[in-house]
């Protein structure tokens, strides 16, 4: 069974800092791995999406990258901001398994407070 | 068009009401699922609808009860429910092949007393 985990639980950075985000997992048979962004009582905001086949996904400050032998994920955000504030959380899609494959894998998130 | 939209926003219902929470995407998809988020916690799959046809029902009680009128429409019906039951119910679609981009609603906050 697929495990994902996520460290730190909690980051808390000054506003104009770099940091990292860390996302694990133990199956290595995975079709792609999403990262998301969730402010408190919304739903989920897909930043990024990296498949099996990539090393990693650009999107503005954001880079994600992936390590699929090593079980490994980051996700690196540039010159943070107050705005950047939020849960972040990965998922893993599974190796296509027919209707399976729709059932993401979500870690449980790191909680990211940057302070203005 | 790249919004899944949830309503109501918040729904408060007795164990013996009889409720639905709707969705709607009209973005072309044709996937569309059902989450159930507790505080604190990951989404956790509840259904997956693929082609208007359910795909995935993951063991969730038969209090809940999901309908795909079409493909821009999800509903949940929601039936004698029990304060475990409270949550924030999540509205999710993608492009139809498992394992594309997943955009979600904002979501239906559920308290049931």
């Known amino acids: 069974k697929q495990e994902v985990t996520q460290i730190p639980a909690a980051l808390s950075v000054p506003e104009g800092e770099n940091l990292v985000l860390n996302c694990s997992f133990t199956d290595s048979a995975i079709y792609n791995l999403q990262w998301f962004r969730q402010d408190p009582g919304k739903g989920l905001t897909s930043l990024l999406l990296i498949q099996s086949s990539q090393r990693e996904q650009t999107s503005g400050r954001l880079n994600a990258s992936l390590d699929k032998s090593s079980g490994r994920s980051t996700l690196y955000i540039a010159a943070s901001q107050p705005g950047d504030s939020a849960t972040y959380l990965c998922a893993v899609s599974p190796h296509w398994s027919g209707a399976g494959s729709y059932q993401l894998t979500f870690g449980k998130g790191t909680k990211l407070s940057v302070i203005p | 068009d790249t919004e899944v939209t949830q309503t109501p926003k918040h729904l408060v219902m007795g164990m013996t009401n009889k409720k639905s929470l709707k969705c709607e995407q009209h973005m072309g998809h044709r996937a569309m699922y059902w989450y159930k988020q507790k505080a604190k916690k990951p989404p956790e799959l509840m259904f997956v609808?693929?082609?208007?046809?359910?795909?995935i029902n993951e063991s969730v009680p038969s209090r809940f009860s999901p309908e795909c009128p079409n493909s821009s429409l999800l509903n949940l019906h929601l039936h004698a429910l029990q304060p475990e039951d409270s949550a924030l119910y999540l509205c999710?679609?993608?492009?139809?092949?498992?394992?594309?981009?997943?955009?979600f609603g904002s979501g239906t906050q559920l308290s049931v007393l």
């Open positions: 999710a679609s993608s492009l139809g092949v498992p394992g594309e981009k997943l955009f």
């Open positions: 609808y693929s082609y208007e046809k359910l795909s």
